[in-house]
């Protein structure tokens, strides 16, 4: 039988997709007597509400249920244990006002549009405070970070002597690069129907965590978590929004015990962009140091970032800097002002991405500063060993991502000089290059495999599909194991009562569930050689060695007499269903290896010289991410996440009233995201590379992966262009003419 892990083969959920029989969180049931939710936001970013006036609401037709602090039911606890940004506050507990946007009451009635009308009925006044509501207004405030990456590290690290070292190097770079405030806007609004039985909840939930999100309502409802079952079979998109349990999933939980019926809450377009999170603004000042060949002296990373009031986030821009290039002397850090805003959380690759990109900018004038060529000079500072752990990496194909990319690309025709290259219609041609990494990143993830009488094979895990796979790579990797064709195959996932699976973000699905998978899918599979070989079995497979039967193709067959052969499916009905549940977690690898998966970007831009705009014009990148389980949906994962860093580069910034906190350009129409006419065709070459140490498949992330690097390539393509370095993303056509 071919191989089936590896190949590029069709989603097995693309035709319900397609078809629209996959039915998404807000259409996943149909609950009787389901009531339709909608959220009433505050208008101040800071103060209290000194009075909230509902009975027009309450009086409107259809309404059910005017849910706000006055009335709302208190929370076993105020704080989800362990905390992700935006979880626990506000839930309509008290009168503060944290950041403009803040949900300060639910409004539940019959229809939707009944809900809506009576929304805007509800009167607020507020008792004003002032405050500072954007990173720019706080910078007297930034302080270390007290909880960073959870505890789980410094925020700052150090080692050598860089001070020493930039000081007395003969070429230095010292420059200030800036990213804005991002939202994620996956296609998919946040949605969730919570329905109660007794002390029973039902809760489907766009997720990118189902087991999380049972866990975080356990906390702040005080029900025990086998009580609660969430369930997110598909998801439109959620790009690290969806990785934490926000409050209005919690508050629809409270509305439907409160109104005693199941109740539907879908955040409108704009709610988005105040309900979920965002990516932090940040400010950056990099400093390179290097000798006159280019060789890193000193490498200086000091990030400042934004949190809300409501708990600590912080975006690591510095971690990839740690280990990226080979430099004995390196310094990272990290500072935090709290602001009137809501939480910033997870936005994909959150510190590579915005981290990178000034990393790779810098890295980009230094090779001008030196004069040599960008991608030699990241060659010469290639680092054989994550030198900010003193480890080896598990693996490491950038070298060949570097050659594969620029042999496509044809960078060795590339002229040096800024402003060179030109078109037949007189439009600048730029040629940038940037590299990529990702961590990979592995946590404890279990799996079922259950074999039906009629040889149908199950596999079952409590990970979620956002979009990127899971059902297909799930479904391949346990046919490949257990000798089946694919379409004997059933994956079921997203269902908080199967077993354990860790959140869809950091890049870790496959990584840590695919093992499982195959762990369980073996189990299974020695279950089966065992009834073939045991007294009881089939004529054909009668005095056969144990060590001289395989499966295949569905066939339990002597390896030696291939002819004697039964199907496997006789064996399960002879003996009843076969069933496997295994565990699998990291081990050791993470104390003696570093992991991490790498790419090489190289873009081509042509640039108008009247009046600025920006195209691109040619894109290839090649990417090295361990094993990969499926060609086709990682190609798919390689190209959406380079259009993602294309929006990050050119247009996508959320801009924030300085005055009120609002989110001015709250839609899709006004926050600018790339669209078909903007990219062109997109070539990806995917690097060979074996594994064997960070997990028995030899799978690292690749979801997060090729967004990084997207947004320095494309700024150092535009330097290339024009002449002009622009280090204050997103790269407009105003920074280019002005």
Not at 21 to 44: C, G, K
Request: aromatic share 6%; hydrophobic share 40%.
């Amino acid at each position: 039988m071919a191989a089936i892990i590896g190949a590029a083969l069709d989603r097995v959920d693309g035709r319900a997709k397609v078809a629209g029989t996959a039915r998404y969180a807000a259409e996943a049931a149909d609950f009787p007597n389901l009531a339709e939710a909608v959220l009433v936001q505050s208008t101040i970013s800071a103060g209290r509400i000194a009075d909230i006036d509902t009975s027009a609401a309450e009086r409107a037709p259809g309404v059910v249920l005017v849910m706000t602090h006055k009335n709302a039911p208190r929370l076993a606890s105020n704080k989800a244990s362990p905390i992700q940004p935006g979880e626990a506050y506000p839930l309509l507990q008290d009168d503060r006002i944290l950041f403009n946007g803040q949900h300060i009451a639910v409004v539940v009635a019959e229809t939707f549009e009944q809900a809506m009308h009576a929304a805007t009925l509800v009167k607020v006044r507020y008792e004003e405070q002032k405050a500072p509501v954007r990173l720019d207004q706080a910078l007297d405030r930034l302080e270390v970070p007290k909880n960073f990456r959870g505890g789980e590290r410094p925020p700052d690290s150090k080692r050598g002597d860089p001070d020493g070292a930039f000081g007395a190097a003969p070429v230095k770079i010292d420059q200030t690069y800036t990213t804005p405030v991002e939202h994620h806007n996956p296609m998919e609004p946040h949605a969730a129907i919570a329905s109660w039985e007794s002390d029973r909840l039902t809760l489907y939930h766009s997720t990118q965590g189902v087991m999380g999100s049972r866990q975080r309502i356990s906390d702040l409802l005080g029900v025990a978590p086998e009580k609660i079952h969430v369930i997110s079979h598909y998801v439109g998109g959620g790009f690290g929004c969806k990785g934490s349990c926000w409050p209005h999933v919690t508050l629809t939980a409270m509305a439907a015990r409160l109104a005693r019926r199941p109740v539907r809450l879908v955040l409108t377009r704009r709610q988005m962009f105040t309900s979920n999170g965002y990516r932090s603004k940040t400010i950056q000042r990099v400093r390179l140091a290097a000798d006159k060949d280019g060789k890193l002296l000193a490498v200086m990373h000091d990030g400042k970032s934004q949190t809300g009031l409501i708990g600590e986030f912080v975006e690591p821009v510095g971690l990839a800097t740690e280990m990226m290039y080979s430099c004995p002397n390196v310094a990272v850090t990290h500072r935090v002002a709290a602001i009137n805003a809501g939480m910033p959380t997870f936005m994909r690759a959150p510190g590579e991405a915005t981290g990178m990109f000034a990393l790779e900018s810098a890295m980009d004038e230094l090779a001008y500063a030196v004069g040599i060529d960008p991608l030699e000079l990241r060659l010469r500072n290639y680092a054989e060993k994550d030198e900010g752990k003193n480890l080896p990496f598990t693996s490491k194909e950038l070298r060949a991502c570097y050659t594969r990319a620029a042999e496509a690309f044809g960078w060795s025709r590339r002229q040096s000089q800024p402003g060179s290259m030109r078109d037949s219609d007189g439009r600048l041609i730029g040629w940038g290059m940037a590299s990529a990494t990702y961590p990979g990143n592995r946590s404890e993830a279990s799996a079922t495999i259950r074999i039906e009488r009629d040889g149908t094979v199950i596999v079952r895990s409590a990970t979620q599909d956002i979009g990127t796979g899971t059902y297909t790579t799930m479904t391949q990797v346990a046919a490949e194991t257990l000798g089946v064709p694919i379409d004997k195959v059933r994956a079921e996932l997203g269902d908080s009562s199967m077993p354990k699976a860790p959140v869809s973000g950091g890049s870790q699905s496959s990584a840590s569930v695919l093992p499982a998978v195959h762990k369980a899918a073996q189990s299974a599979r020695r279950q089966l050689l065992a009834l073939a070989s045991g007294a009881n079995a089939p004529g054909a497979l009668q005095g056969a060695r144990p060590d001289d039967i395989d499966l295949e193709a569905g066939m339990v067959l002597v390896k030696s007499d291939p002819g004697r052969r039964v199907p496997y499916a006789s064996l399960v009905q002879a003996r009843g269903p076969i069933e496997a549940n295994e565990t699998s977690k990291p081990g050791d690898e993470e104390k003696t290896h570093s992991a991490h998966s790498f790419g090489a970007h190289f873009v081509e831009v042509g640039v108008d010289p009247d009046i600025g705009e920006v195209r691109i014009r040619r894109y290839v990148a090649a990417f090295a991410g361990g094993r990969i389980i499926n060609a086709k949906t990682a190609r798919s994962q390689y190209i959406g996440g380079i259009v993602y860093g294309l929006g990050m580069a050119l247009m996508e910034e959320s801009d924030i009233d300085p005055h009120t906190g609002r989110v001015a350009n709250a839609n899709i129409a006004e926050y600018l995201v790339p669209v078909h006419a903007d990219v062109p065709d997109i070539t990806v070459l995917q690097i060979a590379e074996q594994d064997a140490v960070f997990n028995p498949l030899g799978i690292k992330g690749i979801g997060e992966l090729p967004m990084v690097g997207v947004a320095a390539a494309v700024a150092n393509a535009v330097y290339h262009a024009t002449g002009q370095r622009i280090r204050d993303l997103p790269i407009r056509t105003d920074k280019l003419v002005s």
